[in-house]
């Protein structure tokens, strides 16, 4: 965690330009830039990156620029500034595909139970875009379900978190015995055992929607992010990476 390079730099100066912007534009920047369903009238296809430049607040974004601070640094120093920014984007990527491949899925379980409720296609969009339904339908489909599918269909996802658990994975497996500390755990861990943690509470909060970090987030877009830095990774150290450094 020593001095900040030239790429986490930049990545860091964008973030708080875009977030300066969100605070005069609002909701029409969100609007246009988070990453929203792929079959909500509001995605668009750069949303796939942009939204890892967006925040929701002050604390999501420190947290987030804390973080890219702290791991990326090292780990450009280590692969290179042009590997870095492949790896950083295609872990925020992946965290955008694994998190609307989740989203459909529970889009499409809805979808499907109200079908064989007796809904008509365009009834279910209609419901999907006003918020209202006839509560009769909760005789054949359960509150949960129509939540989830609600929440999957309308919630714009934001944040750099998804490339950053990629970052985070990097971290452990470059520098695994290194000692990090938990915020509500005041005792140092060795990253090898820090980094899957927080992974193991993002799945936990995932399947079960219980989290310990409060309502509003992406978990398996951090999943998703973990798992395509891991991929790359381990591609990166079985083929040698470290002596062909993309500088």
Avoid at 52 to 69: Q, T
Avoid at 166 to 175: D, E, H, P, Q, T
């Amino acid at each position: 965690m020593g001095r900040i390079t030239e790429t986490v730099k930049v990545l860091i100066i964008i973030n708080v330009l875009f977030f300066a912007g969100t605070l005069f534009l609002g909701d029409r920047a969100y609007q246009l830039l988070s990453l929203y369903f792929i079959k909500n009238e509001n995605f668009q296809l750069w949303q796939i990156v942009s939204h890892m430049f967006m925040h929701g607040g002050v604390m999501h974004i420190l947290f987030n620029m804390y973080a890219l601070w702290a791991f990326g640094s090292p780990i450009e120093n280590y692969l290179g500034k042009n590997k870095f920014i492949f790896f950083y984007f295609s872990a925020g990527i992946g965290a955008a595909i694994i998190h609307t491949l989740v989203n459909y899925f529970a889009y499409q379980s809805g979808f499907n139970s109200l079908l064989e409720a007796g809904m008509t296609p365009e009834a279910i969009q209609t419901m999907l875009n006003t918020g209202q339904y006839d509560t009769s339908i909760l005789n054949n489909v359960s509150k949960d379900t129509l939540q989830t599918m609600f929440e999957a269909f309308n919630t714009p996802a934001v944040g750099a978190s998804g490339a950053i658990y990629g970052v985070l994975v990097a971290f452990a497996m470059l520098f695994p015995n290194v000692s990090l500390f938990l915020l509500f755990v005041p005792v140092p861990i060795k990253a090898k055992y820090f980094i899957p943690v927080l992974i193991g509470i993002d799945l936990f909060s995932g399947f079960t929607g219980y989290s310990l970090f409060g309502g509003g987030i992406a978990h398996f877009a951090h999943v998703g992010g973990a798992l395509f830095g891991f991929i790359m990774m381990w591609y990166w150290k079985k083929n040698s990476f470290n002596q062909n450094r993309w500088d």
